[in-house]
């Protein structure tokens, strides 16, 4: 089917969010001693991150979930078939007939054009747009670590931004409207350089929203994505065009949720895991608010209180000691967490009684 040409709106801002389907609820049935609410670790942890998990599985609170709706591993999800020839023979009237003409075909592409390209007028011309160079095996979550190689072997040309270059497209997964997400690619290839690009990839369009080249530095490139919706790649390929001894490499794509840039300088924080990142990020998405002051109690996949809350306030606030720009972390806040303004202590006013407002993490 045609697509069409991409559009370069780099500094269009992303505005039209997207539902993304959650993943199934986890109830675990903890005993309680004394006052207050469990810490919410499950028993017998079965993942860290989803890579921890099989396929077409999710790590949520630390539990492999299956998701269906997730494309298959690379490598799966292939078959073979054969189909039977027929053979038949007709007969018909001879006729003959005269006539003059003369014609010419369309001339031919040389060198001939490769397997991506079709020859139109003698000039070889890529299919379709960048984003069909996307492998539907080629997903990459919210909180992953992978290492790729850019060569003939492993990816595929495409005529971008002026060049011709080698590209491999990873499309985000485990989204959820309001995340951000922040991808950094770094490369040990000497003299390989790695650019990445942000493509929007819905409606039978192939729009750029951002491109970044840090250079020599690392990390090479990096990007903060808004999440909107399931059809967002990120592309890597060469600063080099093709056919320069730069133009292959390996690289290492990381993928981080992240929190609390707004209120931090546009300094965007990491969390120690993605089980962090899932329930510090729930309590923003269940109550929006920002980040200055605040340590907030912990929410599992049901809104729950999870006995523990986000290290979020550098110093002493909170008695959590997070320092510098050290990845937020979750700590043990007993009852005070596990409960409604237990002890008085509390992450966020919801935590406290009707009536008290958190102020300075106590409920008065």
Known sequence: MARATIVDVRSRALSVPLSIPHTALIAVAIALVGAGCP?????????????????????????????DSLPLGEGEGEGEGEGEEGEGEGEGDEGEGEGEGEGEGEPGCTPACNEWQTCDAGTCNYQGDLCDTFNSAATVDIFADIDRTLD??????????????????????????GMKI???????????????????????????????DDGAGLPNAKLTVDATGDNLDVAVTSFAALGSANATGSYHLKTRGVLCGADNGNVWLETVDQQTYDQCFRVFEMFPQDCVGLNPCARDEAGNLTGKFCCIQLGTAGDCGRAGNAPIFLTEYGDECGGVGLGNACGQTSDCVAGLSCVGNVCQ
């Open 39 to 67: 810490p919410g670790e499950p028993l017998d942890p079965q993942c860290d991150v989803s890579a921890d998990c099989g396929e077409r599985e999710l790590c949520v609170d630390r539990r492999c979930l299956r998701d």
């Open 182 to 212: 922040e991808v950094t690619v770094t490369t040990t290839t000497t003299g390989y350089d790695p650019v990445a690009y942000l493509l929007d990839d819905s409606a039978d369009q192939c729009t750029q929203l951002g491109m970044n």
């Open 152 to 177: 003939a072997a492993t990816a595929e040309p495409y005529f971008h931004d002026g060049k011709e270059r080698y590209w491999r497209n990873h499309r985000l997964i485990q989204t959820r409207p």
